[in-house]
């Protein structure tokens, strides 16, 4: 007898028979991949990926035994044997990674090459007295290469199938091992009741609006997105104002377009955590928690350290790791970094997006550094996976030129421009340079106004400044967000009420924050955050026209990074030949230029695309550098965990107590900063932090918070003199 999986019966009698395990993996991995017609080749890796197992060491190894057995590159020799070279070989990726990740092709002395050309594995010949080897009646594989990118193409085929893989394999070794995670999955409702659910939600949200422009606005948007939402599934462009509700009027377009085309899944993809937080709230509210995933860095209940599998929370440990619910809302990171990433955690959610409607809010937001492999990805998803795209913002992206021809854009607004100027309720002018000084003065003199600066040190600086005068907020990442939201709280009732309310902000405030301030001062930045910016300015249409000053700081504090310095010679070019630099003409005027001045190189930063074009031929593919390439966030940060008020430190207390700090992860959402090596470095050496945990690292110096501004470096301390918290 031959087993896959083992209990703590020493008879075996209730182990895990190696043929069902390798039955039941070819049947799921084969259910999966038929999403994109690749059944076979799904069923096939099921069947081989771990025939390794019969071989009597790894019998053994079960039965207690140290030794250490490779049992992965058995299947991966075994099909070479079996099928043509092109799909074995396909496989043999699929297969020899199928535990420790995608590898690079290599060569003789590396990576997948050595481990088929001099394998070191077990006797394993007894599998064919109890498995049969599928045939392959359709051995092509079943995609369209597409823009010129075969190499692509085809490597994304191989990712696609080893997802279809390594979730199969999991699920079914969960359901042996672990029944009781297991039976925390499938638990949530069918688009049919999600869509009678939300129907009754906008009926009651427009029946109650008051009857203004605004309101009339965004229901006629709504309306045109349901229309729309008809169409075949493809890539689609939703170009709606700042503040034109273009949250809920995608969700309305994605539930009617996921049912007509029998699509399966609505993943929401967000640039900022502060968006997510806000509108995974909103999507709960309307459809309920068990149909809801709210997955980034703050919670990430994959990577947390103990489940009581009681409670509701191992649902959404479970969902995490492969994305299987109705709706997930998650990063721009965690999105675009699983697409090319090698590793089986990474990768294993990656089938559920075939099928799928994939709304990408703030899409200006798109990496431009690796904007090229990022829209060939979503091409692949369009052309041969059979989803649909949706490009959600006010500053739509010139793509068209890096998509392949056959899967153009869909604008779902029937007239965008008309829609702008029904929306425009700003007046922008330019200031040039100014002083600290002179910009100090400029914000005196009005009762309410927003001052967006592009770096934390010229808020904190100019907030200085003026609180010496008056009564000024600060906001920017270096409050937590329960700090944060308490502030916004402030100022949002300080503006309805009419009196004094004066912002300091970085760009922070720009990422979806909802405030309306008759004024808006921004440092010259490009027209994309110009926008966001114009996007606080008279938002509700109050009054004719907001007024958005743009400035230069001549100070050096003030001066914008060389990434903010060319958006923003840039955006002063544009606002040249345009009168008005927000009209959709000078929008794409602004991408083109920064595309073009970016060119091949600069869109595609670390050569991806060129990497998996070199050799393939030979279907050479280098899976692994190419994960290690794309990283969205280069630079190594840390979380710090702030004890704000009273209910942070009983969270704090309890992880003492405990030692479990995993369990408080979406508690200590709202009291974490994220920050740079160098500052937590610079707190670590002080001794301002305790570390919990890996990961979990507490500020422990109260006079490194400021209620006013947040955290401040320890190298600064001493020259800090704000209201510090408890």
């Not at 031959?2 to 084969?30: C, E, F, G, M, R």
């Not at 720009?510 to 930045?525: K, L, N, Q």
């Not at 290690?628 to 630079?635: N, S």
Request: hydrophobic fraction near 35%; aromatic fraction near 10%.
């Amino acid at each position: 007898m031959y087993y896959a999986h083992t209990t703590n019966n020493p008879d075996k009698s209730d182990w895990q028979l190696l043929t069902d395990h390798l039955i039941q993996v070819a049947k799921l991995s084969s259910s999966f991949a038929s999403d994109f017609n690749a059944e076979e080749f799904g069923y096939i890796a099921g069947i081989f990926h771990d025939i390794g197992k019969y071989s009597e060491k790894f019998q053994k190894r079960l039965e207690g035994s140290a030794i250490r057995v490779d049992h992965s590159t058995a299947g991966a020799v075994e099909v070479a044997k079996l099928y043509p070279k092109e799909q074995s070989l396909l496989l043999q990726y699929i297969i020899a990674g199928h535990h420790t990740g995608l590898l690079n092709y290599g060569s003789d002395h590396s990576g997948l090459c050595e481990r088929l050309i001099n394998p070191v594995i077990e006797d394993y010949s007894y599998y064919v007295k109890e498995i049969v080897a599928p045939k392959m009646c359709n051995p092509g594989i079943p995609i369209r290469r597409l823009n010129g990118h075969d190499g692509f193409s085809i490597s994304f085929f191989i990712r696609m199938l080893f997802s279809c893989l390594v979730d199969a394999d999991s699920l079914d070794t969960e359901a042996f091992m672990s029944p009781q995670m297991s039976a925390f999955r499938g638990k949530f409702d069918s688009t049919e009741v999600l869509s009678e659910v939300f129907s009754d939600f906008i009926e009651k949200i427009t029946s109650s609006a008051a009857d203004t422009t605004v309101n009339r606005l965004r229901k006629e948007i709504l309306n045109q997105c349901l229309d729309k939402a008809v169409l075949s599934t493809g890539f689609f462009s939703l170009t709606v104002p700042t503040g034109g509700g273009k949250t809920l009027s995608s969700m309305a377009f994605a539930l009617k377009h996921l049912s007509l085309n029998n699509l399966k899944r609505i993943f929401y993809v967000i640039p900022y955590t502060s968006i997510i937080e806000q509108n995974a709230k909103i999507f709960r509210d309307i459809f309920g928690e068990k149909n809801v995933l709210e997955h980034h860095s703050n919670f990430d209940p994959v990577r947390e350290d103990n489940y009581d599998f009681q409670t509701k929370k191992d649902r959404f440990k479970v969902v995490s790791e492969n994305w299987d619910i109705p709706i997930t809302v998650t990063t721009n990171v965690q999105f675009f970094e699983s697409l090319f990433g090698n590793k089986r955690s990474r990768c294993r959610k990656l089938h559920n997006l075939s099928r799928s409607v994939i709304i990408l809010d703030e899409a200006q937001m798109l990496p431009t550094e690796y904007l090229k492999p990022s829209l060939q990805a979503l091409s692949e998803l369009v052309g041969n996976y059979g989803s649909t795209v949706v490009l959600c913002t006010a500053t739509q992206p010139k793509i068209g030129d890096f998509i392949d021809k056959s899967l153009s854009v869909t604008e779902i607004m029937d007239s965008p421009q008309q829609l702008y100027e029904q929306f425009k309720r700003v007046q922008i002018s330019h200031l040039g340079q100014l002083s600290d000084e002179d910009l100090v003065d400029h914000l005196s003199e009005h009762n309410q106004v927003l001052c967006i600066v592009n770096t934390r040190k010229h808020a904190q600086i100019i907030y200085d400044e003026l609180s010496k005068s008056c009564k000024v907020y600060h906001l920017s990442a270096k409050m937590c967000p329960v700090h944060r939201r308490k502030v916004l709280d402030e100022i949002r009732e300080n503006l309805s009420r009419g009196v004094d309310c004066r912002v300091i902000s970085t760009q922070l405030i720009e990422a979806g924050v909802d405030v309306d301030f008759p004024v808006v001062y921004r440092a010259m930045t490009g027209i994309d955050s110009i926008a966001q910016a114009a996007g606080r300015c008279n938002r509700e249409g109050k009054r004719s026209l907001g007024s958005v000053f743009l400035f230069s700081s001549i100070e050096k504090h003030g001066k914008p990074t060389s990434w903010q310095q060319k958006l923003g010679e840039i955006g002063e070019m544009v606002m040249k030949s345009h009168e008005d630099p927000l009209s959709l003409k000078a929008i794409e005027e602004y991408f083109s230029r920064l595309y073009f001045y970016e060119g091949d190189d600069g869109l595609d930063m670390k050569n991806i695309l060129k990497s998996l074009e070199e050799q393939k031929r030979n279907l050479a593919f280098p899976f692994e550098d190419v994960s290690f390439k794309f990283r969205l966030i280069e630079e190594d940060t840390y979380d710090v965990i702030i004890p704000y008020d009273d209910e942070a430190v009983k969270v704090i207390e309890n992880i003492r107590k405990i030692g479990f700090p995993g369990n408080f992860a979406r508690k200590l959402q709202g009291y974490t900063i994220n920050i740079y090596y160098q500052e937590f470095l610079e707190l670590e050496e002080s001794g301002a932090v305790e570390t919990i945990g890996e990961r979990y690292h507490i500020l422990v110096r109260s006079g490194l918070y400021s209620e006013q501004t947040g955290l401040i470096r320890a190298s600064e301390e001493d020259n800090f003199g704000g209201l510090l918290i408890a």
